[in-house]
């Protein structure tokens, strides 16, 4: 079992300045979304294998597998991953704890979906393709992410969307999650 | 496994702050129990990557670690040679035998020298205490203390500590009972204090030849003392009697020349843990040896090998929480290259 916890933006934003972007049912509409859309892509091919990256896209990833679940018969295995000892800038993330990495199944031949809250410079996807790569020859490496960004740094193009938001750099996407926050929204404000 | 409870935003606040100002680990007793939580942390998530079909990662890579050892050790030489390795740094092991210390180099010129090959952090035993103090006032590599005369081995109190909560969960309240040579031990020293910053309850208990001077059979220790509310047993069964944890030490065999001890037969009946001694604990209580064990001494073969045994999950635990140490000394981003910038050396 993964243990998720709520170190990956642990500092909240003071509220006031944030506009939100997505409600609840947003968050709810877009989740449901992409995971038949998920299921759409790969009609014919195998069930994937869910990877959350660690914290908050291990949540998105358990709830796109229970979508899953209610849609189709089966649900989809949930695996949780942290790439921050594969990233080309670890200071990003210094000082908190790492956080445990567990695929309860063999990625080889499988199709795998990285799940992530949002997608941004691109880098976090890198290190998380590559920490992958050590789980064994994954058939197809998917992605999806709740919110894009913009402003990517590295050819990566996520193949699931749950909302784009045009965004400068000096601004700072949110997401919140029931699970974590209490609550399910995405939120923007200034970076301070 | 993680704890949920300790991972409140101002837990991870207080936690980041302390572990980005860290430089060196020269003991345990300079560390909050927040960083030592956040260290325990980490290492759960090494501890996944060395279970591994795949042992490797990138984290510090182009970094280069030396171990230098003027004392002789497998198993902590080795697992911080691993742990080096597992988190890709380049590590280079150098021993004092057959180094140019014994043609009389001083241990300031064999760190100088070392140092100008641009090392990123030495991991030091060394037979005199401080000396690892000393090294890190000298250099600018980060200084791992791997055990320095009867100070101070600061990644054992750690690798016990990650040992006893992936067993028994929290720490705080458990009954740790630490039995052998308390006046020379590096190991007995760093637990006492390790387990008191978690909030365990410490009784120790060994020949009146190998307590401190001031310590008393039968007392408790007050706070000032720096030893917390440590308690000294009168007895080896008083000690054990429903201990969590039963931890006897190496009976090193130089004190039975120096007159501590009468006879390691006679330590043997008195302060060996055998499975009568042992069935004193709790049910549930682990037996953990910093190794290497003297079997039939302080530690009777059965017991040793029993089942509430964790010895070797020590030794493999000892990797990860060393792969903890030095990812959060070296990797770029931590503390090194911040203090450097500031031209503030004196952080430890």
């Known amino acids: 079992m993964c243990h998720v916890t709520n170190a990956k933006n642990g500092v909240n934003l003071p509220s006031g300045n944030n506009k939100i972007?997505?409600?609840?049912?947003?968050?709810?509409?877009?989740?449901?979304?992409?995971?038949?859309?998920?299921?759409?892509?790969?009609?014919?091919?195998?069930?994937?294998?869910?990877?959350?990256?660690?914290?908050?896209?291990?949540?998105?990833?358990?709830?796109?597998a229970e979508n899953i679940e209610n849609i189709e018969h089966y649900k989809p295995v949930v695996g949780c991953l942290d790439p921050r000892l594969w990233r080309d800038d670890p200071q990003v993330a210094s000082g908190q704890p790492l956080m445990p990495s567990d695929i309860p199944?063999?990625?080889?031949?499988r199709l795998v979906v990285i799940v992530d809250d949002v997608l941004y410079t691109g880098r976090t996807i890198r290190a998380a393709m590559e920490a992958l790569l050590d789980f064994g020859r994954a058939s197809r490496i998917q992605l999806a992410v709740l919110v894009d960004r913009g402003h990517r740094e590295l050819p990566i193009r996520p193949d699931f969307i749950g909302k784009n938001i045009p965004t400068s750099r000096g601004e700072r996407v949110q997401v919140r999650m029931l699970e974590i926050d209490g609550e399910d929204a995405v939120l923007i404000g200034e970076e301070h | 496994m993680a704890q949920q409870s300790t991972l409140s935003p101002s837990y991870l606040e207080q936690n980041m702050i302390g572990l980005q100002t860290r430089r060196h680990l020269l003991d345990v007793?300079?560390?909050?129990?927040?960083?030592?939580?956040?260290?325990?942390?980490?290492?759960?998530?090494?501890?996944?990557?060395?279970?591994?079909?795949?042992?490797?990662?990138?984290?510090l890579r182009g970094k280069t670690i030396i171990t230098m050892f003027f004392e002789n050790s497998t198993r902590t030489r080795v697992s911080f040679e691993q742990a080096g390795k597992i988190l890709g740094a380049d590590v280079i092991n150098v021993t004092a035998s057959?180094?140019?210390?014994?043609?009389?180099?001083?241990?300031?010129?064999?760190?100088?020298?070392?140092?100008?090959?641009?090392?990123?952090a030495l991991v030091v035993r060394h037979p005199h205490s401080g000396a690892p103090y000393f090294i890190s006032n000298h250099i600018d590599a980060s200084v791992v203390n791997a055990g320095d005369g009867t100070h101070a081995?600061?990644?054992?109190?750690?690798?016990?500590?990650?040992?006893?909560?992936?067993?028994?969960?929290?720490?705080?309240?458990?009954?740790?009972?630490?039995?052998?040579?308390?006046?020379?031990?590096?190991v007995a020293r760093s637990d006492i204090i390790a387990f008191q910053k978690m909030g365990a309850e410490v009784v120790v208990?060994?020949?009146?030849?190998?307590?401190?001077?001031?310590?008393?059979?039968?007392?408790?220790?007050?706070?000032?003392?720096?030893?917390?509310?440590?308690?000294?047993?009168?007895s080896v069964e008083e000690a054990v009697d429903g201990a969590d944890v039963v931890m006897p030490l190496r009976i090193q065999k130089e004190r039975q020349d120096a007159g501590h001890l009468?006879?390691?037969?006679?330590?043997?009946?008195?302060?060996?843990?055998d499975s009568q001694k042992m069935a004193l604990a709790n049910d549930s209580a682990l037996l953990l040896h910093p190794g290497p064990m003297n079997e039939g001494v302080e530690i009777s073969s059965e017991v040793a090998h029993g089942s509430q045994s964790v010895v070797e999950e020590q030794v493999r635990n000892g990797v990860a929480v060393r792969m903890a140490v030095l990812y959060t000394l070296c990797a770029p981003g931590n503390s090194v290259s911040a203090i450097r910038n500031d031209g503030n050396s004196e952080i430890k």
């Open chain 2, 262 to 273: 009468p006879s390691l037969r006679e330590y043997s009946a008195r302060w060996g843990i």
């Open chain 2, 153 to 186: 081995h600061p990644t054992q109190s750690i690798l016990d500590l990650f040992t006893v909560r992936a067993h028994l969960g929290n720490l705080s309240g458990k009954r740790i009972a630490i039995i052998g040579d308390i006046l020379y031990s590096r």
């Open chain 1, 21 to 64: 972007l997505l409600t609840g049912d947003g968050v709810r509409r877009a989740l449901t979304r992409i995971s038949h859309e998920i299921l759409e892509q790969n009609a014919s091919s195998d069930d994937p294998v869910l990877v959350g990256l660690q914290t908050r896209g291990v949540h998105l990833a358990r709830r796109i």
């Open chain 2, 205 to 234: 208990c060994s020949p009146n030849t190998l307590l401190p001077d001031e310590w008393e059979l039968g007392s408790t220790l007050a706070l000032e003392s720096g030893f917390g509310r440590l308690q000294i047993a009168k």
């Open chain 1, 105 to 109: 199944t063999s990625v080889d031949g």
């Open chain 2, 29 to 59: 007793d300079d560390l909050g129990a927040s960083e030592i939580s956040g260290l325990l942390d980490t290492a759960e998530g090494m501890l996944e990557i060395t279970a591994r079909d795949v042992r490797k990662t990138p984290a």
């Open chain 2, 98 to 120: 057959a180094s140019s210390v014994s043609k009389g180099e001083s241990l300031l010129n064999t760190v100088k020298t070392l140092e100008a090959m641009q090392i990123d």
